[in-house]
């Protein structure tokens, strides 16, 4: 039923614990982030201006934007802190043999 397309992102270890790494998937700049063992994927691009938040300050499931301070759930790519109010897109992950695989839903 599903034809969700899964990419090998990266190796698991390569994501470090409690912090975020920018990653170039299929020509979309993607952020990952390991929290509490869990990694998620969110788009890596601000939508407030043009930060990028692999620069930013990873604090529990929340990321905070380089430029403004904005932040986000990176769990739900939902905006937790002004002046970002625009969600950023989030990712399914799933992981197998030691690699992330990130669907990009398309
Ligand atoms: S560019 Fe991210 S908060 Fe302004």
């Given at each position: 039923m599903s034809d969700t397309e899964w990419i090998d992102a990266a190796g698991v270890d390569d994501v470090p614990a409690d912090d975020v790494i920018g990653l170039v998937v299929n020509g979309l700049d993607i952020a990952f982030y390991k929290v509490e063992d869990t990694i998620y994927a969110t788009d890596n691009i601000c939508t407030h201006g043009h930060g990028r938040l692999c620069d930013g300050f990873l604090e529990g499931y929340e990321i905070e934007c380089p430029l403004h301070q904005g932040m986000f759930d990176?769990?739900?790519?939902?905006?937790?802190?002004?002046?970002?109010t625009e969600a950023i897109r989030s990712y399914p992950v799933k992981i197998e043999a030691g690699r992330v695989f990130v669907s990009l839903g398309f």
């Amino acid at each position: 039923m599903s034809d969700t397309e899964w990419i090998d992102a990266a190796g698991v270890d390569d994501v470090p614990a409690d912090d975020v790494i920018g990653l170039v998937v299929n020509g979309l700049d993607i952020a990952f982030y390991k929290v509490e063992d869990t990694i998620y994927a969110t788009d890596n691009i601000c939508t407030h201006g043009h930060g990028r938040l692999c620069d930013g300050f990873l604090e529990g499931y929340e990321i905070e934007c380089p430029l403004h301070q904005g932040m986000f759930d990176v769990r739900t790519g939902a905006p937790t802190c002004a002046p970002a109010t625009e969600a950023i897109r989030s990712y399914p992950v799933k992981i197998e043999a030691g690699r992330v695989f990130v669907s990009l839903g398309f």
